[in-house]
């Protein structure tokens, strides 16, 4: 009998945060690849960190929404909110 076909093994991305011990909220240009186009914070599937880092950046982006360095989650255009729904 032939060997059976091995299947790939998935692969592995590098930790973006991989050696980092803080994540500061003035940093920008880091914070924004850890959102969306809409303004949400991703998950730690999509972006590959731990949950001790996946807390820090969630904090950071949470303190530069505050501090109007970065937007809030938008709706969808189209999409009425409160009062306005049937």
Do not use: C, W
């Amino acid at each position: 009998m032939p060997p059976r076909p091995r299947h790939a093994s998935p692969r592995r991305f590098a930790n973006p945060l991989h050696g980092v011990d803080h994540v500061d909220y003035k940093d920008v240009r880091l914070l924004r690849t850890f959102i969306s186009d809409r303004g949400k914070i991703r998950s730690r599937r999509v972006t590959r960190v731990t949950a001790r880092q996946q807390r820090l950046i969630a904090r950071a982006i949470k303190n530069a929404r505050e501090m109007a360095l970065l937007p809030y989650p938008s709706q969808a255009p189209g999409i009425p909110r409160g009062k306005d729904r049937d």
